[in-house]
């Protein structure tokens, strides 16, 4: 096997024999303790619970036993996630005095279920409030593309480790981009699925109604894999749907035939760096998209997604912030303090603009099937850096990287970001946006199929 | 807002809140609440009906 090698040929390979899950595993960790150090993926190994299982997979093929569709995949996941003997840390200091997690995750479980193999936690910025990657616990996760740039937020360990071939599939969590940003960054596909899609049993909170977790990966097939092995209700998450698992691979070759595409017009065309122009135009063109569709108050939208993001995520850190505020990542502990401050009738009304605009969004998708729009205004920023100008217009960078992503997830429509290789002068990638209407997951993956056969979206390997 | 009233909102609710701020914390605090009055501005001012219902516990 290479770093580089998907999911689902490591799989193949395990289930017919070729090669071991041990053999996979050994070089999935040789690989972590060697290029880890520069990337700063991973905050805590599970190396033995994960030798244990891919000598248990290997014993049960010898034995005659039917491996899963994951057998022998090395994973990670976001270390807001329950590993059972690790404190969940969500990307804090003060989480490191809680007590180890005595089970795992639901999608942790699930994905081990089909024999996957998880080999530790990975860091993030500091309880999700966060685009950049940057943590003043851990030190940043970096851009494998390169290593004085930003992975993105909050997922940006899941960034870094699968984008640097340290792992094929990671797990993140979305609740304003913090999926979709770092794949944008990294230059990988990120998945968020529909609210309520996903189980969040054993993982920790942000914004409880805009939480979403999912997958990142290399290949959209990967993607593919891992959600369909998560999907399912779960009655431990009183917010997970209960939908049958509607699986997405059978129909992931069904190429664009009869959809009906368009593209993201008004808020979603100002701001935009030339690389985010190029390749939102390069995505549109090996669509055949021609339309254009307008979101309707897309920057209220951002503006009412913020403001529940920040009192909603400062409430829920209110009794820290009272008794330990010292102790919180400054960037995170500032913007949580301002969160509690924010006047409940804007709040509320925020709430109502909510309704408002999901009715208004929903109705778009009676004349298109999906919609695609930029991930991120610009490539990945350089590590510490505070501003950056686009369109003409100063803006902080920690606040605007999910400017695109922000109206979308307001309404948990599901998501796929593609990433578009080599763009600008620096020659990073930079992501892509594919929405559809609530539960097609399946077209939004059907798409970045197609993009990807085709060329244009395409995880690049970073020159190390 | 001014800074000064910006100042003065913020001396009131961490007492109100029981939070202990330092002089170095201030500035960007002041920041993030100016960015959250910002954007609580365009949503105040967006007419909505009195029948328009919250989404607070959100289904897709």
């Not at chain 1, 409030?129 to 899941?158: C, I, K």
């Amino acid at each position: 096997m290479t770093p580089w090698q998907d999911a689902a040929s490591l799989a193949a390979a395990v289930r017919s024999g070729e090669i071991t899950a041990v053999s996979v595993l050994t070089a999935t960790l040789d690989r972590i303790a060697r290029r880890d150090p520069a990337l700063g993926a991973f905050t805590a190994l599970v190396s033995a619970r994960a030798m244990a299982r891919a000598e248990a997979l290997d014993a049960a093929r010898a034995a005659g036993e039917a491996l899963g569709p994951l057998a022998g995949v090395p994973f990670a996941v976001k270390n807001l996630f329950d590993v059972a003997g690790l404190p969940t840390l969500a990307g804090s200091a003060i989480n490191r005095g809680r007590a180890s997690a005595t089970r795992d995750a639901t999608l942790v479980a699930r994905l081990e279920a089909q024999g996957a193999i998880l080999v530790g936690a990975l860091n993030m910025g500091e309880y999700a409030y966060d685009f950049t990657g940057e943590n003043a616990h851990d030190g940043p996760s970096r851009n494998p593309h390169d290593l004085g740039r930003m992975s993105g937020g909050s997922s940006g360990g899941s960034g870094s480790a699968v984008a640097g071939g340290l792992v094929p599939i990671a797990l993140g969590s979305d609740t304003n981009g913090s999926i979709r940003v770092p794949a944008s960054l990294c230059g990988i596909f990120g998945l968020k699925p529909t609210y309520g899609r996903l189980s969040r049993a054993g993982s920790f909170p942000f914004v409880d109604s805009f939480d979403h977790l999912g997958p990142l990966a290399r290949t959209v097939r990967d993607l593919a894999l891992s959600y369909d092995a998560m999907q399912g209700p779960d009655p431990a998450d009183p917010s997970c749907a209960r939908r049958p698992v509607e699986p997405s691979l059978p129909g992931l070759e069904g190429g664009i035939g009869g959809l009906r595409i368009a593209r993201a017009c008004g808020y979603f065309r100002q701001g935009l760096s030339p690389e985010a122009a190029l390749a939102t135009d390069a995505v549109a063109h090996a669509l055949g998209v021609t339309a254009e569709i307008e979101i309707p108050e897309a920057a209220r939208a951002r503006a009412a997604a913020y403001l529940i993001t920040t009192a909603e995520g400062g409430a829920l850190h209110l009794d820290r912030l009272r008794t330990r505020a010292e102790e919180f990542d400054p960037d995170t502990r500032d913007r949580l303090i301002a969160g509690c401050m924010t006047p409940a009738p804007l709040l509320i009304k925020a709430q109502k603009f909510r309704r408002w605009y999901q009715q208004q969004v929903l109705r778009l998708f009676d004349k298109v099937d999906a919609i695609i729009a930029p991930a991120t205004p610009t490539t990945a920023p350089l590590l510490g850096q505070k501003l950056f100008s686009i369109g003409g217009e100063t803006l902080p960078v920690r606040a605007n990287l999910g400017m695109f992503t922000q109206p979308i997830s307001f309404i948990g429509l599901p998501v796929v970001a593609v990433p578009v290789p080599e763009m600008g002068a620096a020659r990073l990638p930079i992501g892509v946006q594919v929405i559809a209407a609530p539960w097609r997951e399946d077209i939004c993956l059907r798409i970045a199929r197609h993009l990807e056969q085709h060329g244009v979206a395409r995880a690049p390997r970073p020159v190390e | 807002m001014t800074d000064d009233e910006l100042d003065r909102l913020i001396d009131a609710q961490a007492a109100l809140l029981g939070f202990s701020i330092r002089p170095d914390w201030r500035e960007a605090i002041r920041a993030n609440l100016r960015v959250t009055l910002r954007f609580g501005a365009m949503v105040d001012t967006f007419e909505l009906p009195d029948e328009a219902e919250p989404a607070p516990v959100f289904a897709a």
